[in-house]
């Protein structure tokens, strides 16, 4: 088990380009969140999926954003057309998603520079 | 999700214990309370979670108010790696949107 992945660690972008995350959670696990981060403030849930379906959306999710888990097992989150302010710390977590057992395992992030 | 309410930072000397509090007054029977960690530069990492039995595991303990409205985590012997931003969280709806705050950010003085 090598835990979270995260691909790539850092994305430096100029505004309007669209980007592209990748997240392999741990095999077992049902569940996938993605969280955004800025400086000084816990993660943001953005969104999450019981394995292909997303069952929930933040608003903070714009329609420039979008997440896919096709086979239930990897992830990926695109942002079309980037602006300056969707710079962040981009965060995947899996967890079980059984009773008892919903603790989140967090990769280390993508950061996203948008210039 | 329930709120909670963290102080924003304290500062503990290496090698003694550290109590970080977290107040959730509005919490309902049902929700788990878990406490994650975040060390700079990394995501963050499950520490504990309990109900209302006191919870022990390797990293740290969780002491729960018999009411319920606050919660305690136990770190026994502050070392320099512990230093990091705790949150105390109380995911509802069977975790599927949980809400972090913006934590406590523990100082360890060598």
């Known amino acids: 088990d090598t835990g979270v992945s995260q691909n790539p660690r850092h994305k430096i972008t100029k505004r309007g380009q669209n980007v592209t995350f990748r997240c392999d959670p741990i095999?077992?696990?049902?569940?996938l969140y993605w969280y955004r981060q800025t400086l000084g403030q816990g993660p943001e849930f953005l969104t999450y999926?019981?394995?292909?379906?997303?069952?929930?959306k933040s608003r903070l999710l714009s329609d420039r954003f979008s997440a896919e888990r096709p086979k239930g097992s990897f992830s990926t989150l695109e942002i079309q057309r980037t602006e300056q302010g969707d710079s962040a710390m981009y965060l995947c977590?899996?967890?079980?998603?059984?009773?008892?057992?919903?603790?989140?395992?967090f990769g280390p992030g993508t950061r996203l520079t948008v210039t | 999700d329930a709120k909670t309410t963290q102080p924003n930072s304290m500062e503990s000397n290496e090698e003694e214990p550290v109590h970080l509090p977290c107040n959730h007054s509005?919490?309902?029977?049902?929700?788990?309370i878990h406490w994650y960690r975040q060390l700079p530069s990394q995501g963050p990492e499950y520490v504990i979670h309990?109900?209302?039995s006191n919870v022990n595991n390797r990293m740290a303990s969780l002491a729960i108010a018999e009411d319920r409205k606050s919660s305690t985590l136990i770190l026994h012997r502050a070392t320099l790696r512990d230093a990091a931003v705790y949150y105390c969280?109380?995911?509802?709806?069977?975790?599927?949107?949980?809400?972090f705050g913006t934590g406590t950010k523990l100082q360890v003085i060598p």
């Open positions: 977590a899996s967890s079980l998603g059984l009773a008892g057992h919903y603790e989140q395992y």
């Open positions: 095999s077992e696990h049902n569940r």
């Open positions: 999926f019981q394995n292909e379906a997303q069952l929930e």
């Open positions: 509005t919490i309902s029977g049902t929700d788990y």
């Open positions: 309990g109900l209302t």
């Open positions: 969280i109380l995911p509802s709806g069977g975790y599927q949107k949980v809400t």
